[in-house]
């Protein structure tokens, strides 16, 4: 009997509530930038759809816990369970974070929501994060970025950008940069202020222009240039520690991509319509906003394809990851075409998928 009473005792232990998992979670976003509105739409949606005895996130903003550039390790450590970034950050640690971030002249927002839900995309970026122990929920979006803001000099055509030193990121980015004439230069998000302050670079592009105009830039610069082609649109995320990801139940995780679901859906029409303020609050404080003529953008698609095609064949990962987004771009183009100018704009000129497929083994 006692054994009978014992044996009991313990299934209904197993069979109680599991203990709360209690996450910390850190983004790459200081509060100062608009971008961190994301993640934190993200946590709250959370909250709500989970309930707290289950899960809870406490949320710190960017350089609170880390510097924005440890954050992956935190994650991959184990350190914190979460952390919100661009996957472009993490190139160094593997090129194909590259195209997950971004892409020039290539894809537009709901080009990369299309992918990431229908066309695989969800499937690569956690093949990639996965090299490093880690799940991905991409759960922000945003259109194309605002282009280059010049302190002295305006960039009107490509002839304007010789020479000039100009914050960039991304691996693809900086090296058709250097091929239009200009020097790519490589510094965190919180440092372009005071170097565009002090002359230490002439100009910089950062995100869209409701971010832009959060941090600062129409106190530092006289001139921007559109469109911002370096940068056709931007993917934003959560990551999570394996383990932790694996000690939720099944439930609890379908919630969380349900939260970040319901994130990059609001994420895309809050800050369009914040980049719509933002345009006119640069005007207002009398910014000059040029912008380059087709025949120079079409020079630019030519160049950016250059590009794409050799990094691609540099990493077998980056090969695929883009042979997977311009798979998508030619198989939707013959609806998109079709139903244009009324569907999701052009289709861009892309790279030769043959080619990349190729380097992609």
Not at 117 to 127: F, H, K, M, R
Not at 268 to 287: K, M, V
Request: glycine share 10%.
């Amino acid at each position: 009997m006692k054994h009978l009473l014992t044996t009991a005792a313990l299934a209904m232990a197993a069979a109680g509530p599991a203990m709360a998992e209690n996450w910390t979670m850190t983004s790459t976003w200081p509060s100062s930038l608009e971008l961190i509105e994301i993640d934190r739409y993200w946590v709250d949606m959370v909250g709500k759809l989970v309930d707290p005895e289950t899960l809870s996130i406490e949320f710190y903003e960017g350089g609170s816990l880390v510097p924005a550039g440890e954050v992956f390790g935190a994650v991959e450590s184990g350190t914190i369970q979460a952390g919100a970034d661009w996957p472009g950050y993490w190139a160094g640690r593997n090129p194909a974070f590259s195209p997950l971030a971004t892409t020039a002249s290539l894809f537009n927002a709901v080009d990369y929501v299309n992918w990431i839900q229908e066309w695989g995309g969800a499937d690569i970026y956690n093949e990639i994060y996965g090299q490093f122990g880690m799940v991905y929920l991409p759960y922000g979006v945003t259109n194309n970025e605002s282009g280059f803001r010049t302190v002295s000099q305006p960039i009107r055509t490509t002839d304007d950008l010789q020479g000039l030193r100009l914050r960039l990121s991304g691996l693809e980015q900086g090296r058709l940069l250097e091929k239009l004439g200009g020097n790519q230069v490589s510094m965190a998000g919180g440092e372009i202020y005071q170097s565009l302050e002090r002359g230490v670079i002439d100009g910089a592009e950062f995100s869209t222009p409701n971010v832009d105009y959060s941090g600062g830039f129409h106190q530092v610069t006289q001139y921007w240039a559109t469109p911002g082609w370096h940068q056709s649109s931007s993917v934003f995320g959560v990551m999570i520690n394996k383990n932790s990801w694996d000690a939720l139940d099944e439930q609890t995780q379908e919630r969380l991509k349900i939260a970040a679901d319901a994130t990059m859906l609001w994420s895309l029409s809050f800050t369009e319509r914040r980049a719509n303020e933002a345009y006119r609050q640069f005007e207002e404080a009398g910014i000059e906003i040029t912008r380059m003529d087709d025949e120079t953008l079409a020079r630019i698609q030519e160049l950016a394809n250059e590009t794409i095609v050799e990094v691609a064949c540099e990493n077998a990962d980056s090969a695929r990851v883009y042979a997977s987004m311009i798979g998508y771009l030619e198989d939707y183009s013959t609806w998109r075409s079709a139903s244009a100018p009324f569907d999701l704009g052009r289709t861009p000129d892309s790279p030769d998928l043959a080619e990349i497929e190729a380097c992609a083994g």
